[in-house]
């Protein structure tokens, strides 16, 4: 997953104006958060309530949000 997620990061870097690119994942799960980190995302906020997973369950959910500058980020062609 992590090398996918680094192939639209660079993808979207060579081929957008996007200068940011914001995301969120449940709270609690820990692999989505991993993937996240390792390939340079910053935490920004805890969102309380944030989002139904209607896999988990109709309860919402707390959510961790994320951001990475691509402009800065390290990847390159």
């Known amino acids: ?9 660079i993808y979207l870097k060579n081929n957008s104006s996007l200068e940011r690119i914001e995301t969120f994942c449940d709270a609690e799960h820990t692999r989505s ?13 805890i969102l309380k309530n944030w989002a139904k997973f209607p896999l988990i369950g109709e309860d919402t959910r707390d959510c961790i949000h994320y951001d990475i500058e691509i402009n800065k980020n390290i990847y390159s062609q």
Do not use: C, R, W
């Not at 958060?33 to 906020?45: D, E, H, P, R």
């Open 1 to 9: 997953m992590q090398e996918a997620l680094k192939a639209v990061i």
């Open 33 to 45: 958060q991993n993937v996240l980190i390792k390939s340079g995302f910053t935490q920004k906020a």
